[in-house]
């Protein structure tokens, strides 16, 4: 055997068992759930086929339709606004002239780090009836609001404890894309008289818009598939005004009387949706000849 065949084989014999794996416990669920959408279990726990019946309830589901709507709010209110913050943070602290700049790194950094139930724990705490940021409020004069009984205020507490805990993470790409960026093209565009601003829309977006297509694709996929926040820090409520797509199905599938065809429907489209927003993001952001 020749020495680039064993070299294709050992990169095989590596290749195959992770493969496997992926297939196994990614892959062949998801054709599962596909078939399983387009059945339904009868009498006896037989499936029967009934085409595209749990996708047309879908069309006539309240529940879903709430669940939906605050999945969309989710992603249009906190993915722009975490995206733009980190890299307003990752330009400040990219620059050569801060002292301690890694501290500052990892502070930001932390919340990323922190359980998903500890800081949903923490952010009930700080937003209780009686918490600080109550206080804060009745100190300045203001009336203290009911942030977990008022669906749009416990809507906005999803928002910030999503900001808060993701925007270090996306900070952390736009750094390592701005330290491939040659200092002395900032240096040459200040001799030339370029502000801070112009060096930031002209020379900072441009070069950083593959690390911010890609931050765009994950946030967009991550906030449509959202499910701890609305499970540990709303539990959905008030009523199912904070419930996310995810968490719906899990409900659907654990927590009411199970209905996993349906369930599967829903993931489906969670699925598609994904696909099809990404899609665009692509089509729009990459440039590339």
């Known amino acids: 055997m020749s020495l680039e065949k064993r070299h294709n084989l050992t990169g095989w014999v590596f290749l195959?068992?992770?493969?496997?794996?992926?297939?196994?416990?990614c892959f062949y669920p998801m054709v599962q759930a596909f078939v399983l959408s387009f059945s339904k279990k009868g009498t006896g726990g037989a499936s029967t086929f009934v085409g595209l019946a749990n996708y047309k309830r879908i069309l006539k589901d309240k529940t879903f339709q709430q669940c939906l709507f605050n999945t969309v709010f989710y992603f249009l209110i906190q993915v722009p606004i975490m995206l733009i913050l980190a890299l307003c943070?990752?330009?400040?602290?990219?620059?050569?002239?801060?002292k301690g700049k890694s501290i500052f790194r990892t502070l930001i950094f932390l919340p990323c780090a922190t359980s998903l139930v500890s800081y949903s724990m923490i952010f009930k705490s700080l937003f209780a009836q009686d918490g600080l940021v109550n206080n804060v409020i009745a100190a300045i004069g203001l009336t203290p609001v009911n942030w977990f009984q008022?669906?749009?205020?416990?809507?906005?507490?999803?928002?910030?404890?999503?900001?808060?805990?993701?925007?270090?993470?996306?900070?952390?790409?736009?750094?390592?894309?701005?330290?491939?960026?040659?200092?002395?093209?900032?240096?040459?565009?200040?001799?030339?008289?370029a502000s801070p601003f112009k060096q930031f829309t002209r020379i900072t977006i441009p070069l950083l818009k593959p690390t911010i297509l890609l931050t765009a694709i994950m946030s967009t996929s991550g906030t449509l598939q959202l499910f701890d926040e609305s499970v540990n820090l709303t539990g959905g409520g008030p009523g199912k005004s904070t419930m996310t797509l995810a968490h719906y199905v899990y409900n659907i599938s654990f927590v009411e009387t199970p209905k996993f065809n349906y369930a599967a429907a829903i993931s489906v489209f969670i699925l598609v949706s994904v696909a099809i927003l990404s899609a665009i993001q692509m089509k729009v952001g990459d440039k590339r000849d």
Do not use: H
């Not at 943070?89 to 801060?98: D, F, R």
């Not at 330290?179 to 240096?187: A, G, K, L, P, T």
């Open 16 to 25: 195959i068992p992770a493969a496997l794996l992926i297939f196994i416990f």
């Open 150 to 193: 008022d669906a749009w205020a416990a809507r906005f507490v999803i928002v910030i404890a999503l900001i808060w805990r993701w925007t270090g993470y996306n900070m952390v790409f736009y750094l390592a894309g701005l330290q491939n960026i040659d200092y002395s093209v900032y240096e040459a565009s200040y001799i030339d008289g």
């Open 89 to 98: 943070l990752a330009q400040i602290l990219n620059n050569p002239k801060i």
